[in-house]
């Protein structure tokens, strides 16, 4: 099966900026999308921001469109997350996702078809 594992979540001032990063290994189903999904206690998940590996396409919630930027990496199998201009309200704990399908947005969000693979998260905590 496929693993996914997050890593660079912290705390930072507003404005600040941070890089995740999600290391995918093993194997599985196929990976056609990866991407960032984030939640905060109490609401509901929120796509973030997804790329499409066959193509390089990506897809943004309207929220951090402008600001947070998806990459990949497919010799080390790493996909990065690049947060810029962070506010108070991206506090969250991030989660590294895998799917077999398409990314796509569902309404003003970043959706990924056919998930089957969730990282542990790692959590960002941005300070006013």
């Known amino acids: 099966q496929v693993e996914l594992a997050e890593s660079g979540g912290g705390s930072v001032q507003a404005g600040g900026s941070l890089r995740l990063s999600c290391s995918a290994s093993?194997?599985?189903?196929?990976?056609?999308?990866m991407g960032w999904f984030r939640q905060v206690p109490g609401r509901e998940l929120e796509g973030v921001a997804a790329?499409?590996?066959?193509?390089?396409?990506?897809v943004y919630a309207d929220s951090v469109k402008g600001r947070f930027s998806v990459s990949q990496d497919n010799a080390k199998k790493t996909l990065y997350l690049q947060l810029d201009r962070l506010k108070p309200e991206d506090s969250a704990m991030y989660y590294c996702?895998?799917?077999?399908?398409?990314?796509?947005?569902?309404?003003?969000?970043?959706?990924?078809?056919?998930?089957?693979?969730w990282g542990q998260g790692t959590r960002v905590t941005v300070s006013a």
């Open positions: 996702v895998a799917g077999s399908g398409r990314c796509t947005m569902v309404g003003a969000t970043a959706w990924i078809n056919s998930a089957h693979a």
């Open positions: 093993g194997r599985g189903y196929e990976i056609n999308c």
């Open positions: 790329l499409y590996i066959p193509d390089g396409s990506t």
